[in-house]
T-cell receptor
């Protein structure tokens, strides 16, 4: 089945440091890949996405490139801020067929807690 | 435009009780999916509803059920609550059942004592 593995956290950085959060996946076919962010006490917000190999998703200074050859989608940011402190989830979306119908679902990694200190 | 809304925000129930959680999708979105997020883990897919029918289901027991209304809002029902059902329940909406971009609500925090 499909699965997503994220680097274990928590990750603690100083402001303006470089961030990398590793994500690898296992899937059949060609899934879309996502990064979601969850701030304390809130739901998930879509941060960025990529739908095919070599696509680069980017938003708010964060970037991730869909690497099919290494089945990876690592999240990077050149200079983190205190406001980036949150839990980051890597996810893949795949289409399933069941009972004559099809549907899409997200499979998430376990999440990586990021804390940025001033 | 309003995003995905969920109610209530928090609730506390006792083992064996029943609970109903509600979700309103983004205007124009016809698909609603439900996810369970246990503390410290990523969300797990429960099921997806599209055009008032269940289209897909994750590995959850029959105690979990849902329905979708003509206005595309949805209710999640859980019967015979167990302590292990304590979690954040997230609703996500998307344009159709196969569109991969899903938008999440703030969630309902359920505590079972």
């Amino acid at each position: 089945g499909n699965s997503v593995t994220q680097m274990e956290g928590p990750v603690t950085l100083s402001e303006e440091a470089f961030l990398t959060i590793n994500c690898t996946y296992t899937a059949t076919g060609y899934p879309s890949l996502f990064w979601y962010v969850q701030y304390p006490g809130e739901g998930l917000q879509l941060l960025l996405k990529a739908t095919k190999a070599d696509d680069k998703g980017s938003n708010k200074g964060f970037e991730a490139t869909y690497r099919k050859e290494t089945t990876s989608f690592h999240l990077e940011k050149g200079s983190v801020q205190v406001s980036d402190s949150a839990v980051y989830f890597c996810a893949l979306s795949a289409i399933f067929n069941a009972g004559g119908t099809s549907y899409g679902k997200l499979t998430f990694g376990q999440g990586t807690i990021l804390t940025v200190h001033p | 435009d309003a995003g995905v809304t969920q109610s209530p925000t928090h609730l506390i129930k006792t083992r064996g009780q029943h609970v109903t959680l509600r979700c309103s999708p983004i205007s124009g979105h016809k698909s609603v999916s439900w996810y369970q997020q246990v503390l410290g883990q990523g969300p797990q897919f429960i099921f997806q509803y599209y055009e008032k029918e269940e289209r897909g289901r994750g590995n959850f027991p029959d105690r979990f059920s849902a329905r979708q209304f003509p206005n595309y809002s949805s209710e999640l029902n859980v019967n015979a609550l167990l302590l292990g059902d304590s979690a954040l329940y997230l609703c996500a909406s998307s344009l159709s059942r196969v569109v991969d971009e899903q938008y999440f609500g703030p969630g309902t925090r359920l505590t079972v004592t």
